[in-house]
Nanobody
């Protein structure tokens, strides 16, 4: 059984930075692709960034490319999302997801395991 827990959310002013962490329980973590999604009030959940099981492949939504960086530390069973130059439109609940995908998938249906989410609020 794989369980995920996000941490690191909070409130920050526009232009600031936050680092989210997703910590996994279960030995299967090292075989899973991992992604971050976000959901703003009244909007659908959207893909933010993803990383392959070995860390060699990463993929970003155009809206965060150049500002966010996803990485993983398999020894610590943790995936990180470093968010820089935050904008008010980045405000959302951020979810960590894991699954076995052919490539770094951007669809929510590609991921079998989900965390509870962590709130990120960016004020302008």
């Amino acid at each position: 059984q794989v369980q995920l827990e996000e941490s690191g959310g909070g409130s920050v002013q526009a232009g600031g930075s936050l680092r989210l962490a997703c910590t996994f329980s279960g030995s299967a973590f090292r075989t899973l692709d991992v992604a971050w999604f976000r959901q703003a009030p009244g909007k659908e959940r959207e893909f933010v960034a993803g990383i392959s099981w070995g860390g060699g492949v990463t993929y970003y939504a155009n809206s965060v490319k150049g500002r966010f960086t996803i990485s993983r530390d398999n020894a610590k069973n943790t995936v990180y999302l470093q968010m820089n130059s935050l904008k008010s439109e980045d405000t959302a609940v951020y979810y960590c997801a894991a699954g076995t995908t052919a490539t770094v998938a951007t669809l929510t249906s590609s991921y079998a395991y989900w965390g509870q989410g962590t709130q990120v609020t960016v004020s302008s």
